[in-house]
């Protein structure tokens, strides 16, 4: 089974292009430790951008400059978007044979991909759409007992950049509040008899350490991160109520 895919590409000044993915496409801009890389990620698509100024040009490669196709829910929704921010059209959204409404652009680098979704398959509503991840696969989303909502949503939202899905309560400190950062899901319940104490939960991020020097002031670590023996970097905090956040992201070389 693959489980995964990702887009690697060359660009010849890194600066313009995170800000073309960022701006025209929506995508969000990741530091990866390295001056010359970016993570570039919206939903489930994620791109990671090298500089190499003294490549060939993504526009001299011809057919060669496609590298990416991007199914999606709503391709009339996204050519919307991105055509209204500027970006540069190959062919707009039509309904092709093999069952597929599709358009296609060209980057500020000259590098084409394409985007498509599936004909006669709805596009699901706003509300519904929480309730899954990208691509439409069914997620787990952890809840964790707490002993205050309050404390709850200055430690999640405040410390460590969450924000608010959806809150549940009468007067501020009992009942249950949902959190989120990017793909990132949490449900925090007080009180939650029955279920036990100290829970634990699992963050799958991009970079451990990045993630670490951004929580450390405000948080309490329980240690730094380290490389796994089976290829993950990892981390441990602890929110106010004892639950433990475990935070895994891919091994990196050893540093400082």
């Known amino acids: 089974m693959l489980a995964r895919s990702r887009h690697v590409i060359a660009v010849p000044d890194l600066a313009r292009s995170a800000a073309f993915y960022r701006d025209v496409l929506g995508f969000t801009v990741h530091e990866m430790g390295d001056p010359g890389w970016r993570w570039l990620e919206r939903d489930a698509c994620v791109i990671l951008a090298g500089e190499c100024p003294d490549a060939t040009p993504p526009r001299a490669l011809g057919d060669h400059s496609y590298f990416a196709y991007v199914e999606v ?11 209204g921010r500027g970006a540069e059209l190959i062919t707009p959204p039509r309904d092709e044979p093999w069952g597929m409404r599709e358009f296609g652009i060209r980057t500020v680098d000259g590098h084409r991909m394409r985007f498509g979704s599936r004909l006669g398959v709805d596009a699901p509503a706003p509300a519904a759409a ?32 969450f924000e608010v899905a959806f809150e549940s309560t009468n007067d501020g400190r009992t009942g249950l509040l ?47 991160p380290r490389n796994e023996p089976w290829g993950g970097r990892t981390f441990d905090l602890a929110d106010p109520f004892g639950n433990t956040i475990f935070v895994i992201g891919p091994a990196t070389a050893a540093s400082s």
């Open 73 to 83: 829910l709503d391709a009339d929704a996204l050519f919307a978007e991105v055509a």
């Open 178 to 224: 949902g959190v989120q950062r990017g793909t990132l899901s949490l449900t925090l319940d007080c009180p939650m008899s029955g279920h036990g104490r100290n829970a634990c939960v699992a963050l799958h991020v991009h970079s451990a350490d990045a993630y670490y020097e951004e929580w450390r002031p405000r948080a309490a670590m329980l240690r730094p």
């Open 130 to 161: 929480t309730l899954e991840s990208p691509g439409g696969m069914e997620r787990a989303v952890p809840i964790l007992p707490v002993d205050d909502l309050a404390v709850a949503k200055q430690f999640y939202v405040e410390a460590l950049g």
